[in-house]
């Protein structure tokens, strides 16, 4: 039980430095990812969520830069 949690821990940080690496080499590629989606999902759903949507794409913006931040 000890081996797999030290496993999962590993693992997760494993993922977390490299979300890190690909935040600061690409976040601005992946910030301006997240605005296309967010305007393609606001499109499709006629901005009746427009205010949900801007505020999700900005906390996940948000997310990336800190991110990157981290490595830096």
Do not use: P
């Amino acid at each position: 039980m000890r081996r797999t949690r030290q496993y999962m821990f590993d693992a997760l940080k494993n993922l977390k430095d490299k979300a890190e690496d690909l935040a600061q080499a690409h976040g601005d590629k992946i910030s301006g990812g997240l605005e296309k989606v967010g305007d393609f999902i606001d499109s499709k759903t006629d901005g009746k969520h427009s205010g949900k949507i801007d505020t999700a794409v900005d906390k996940a913006q948000d997310v990336v830069g800190k991110l990157g931040e981290k490595k830096a």
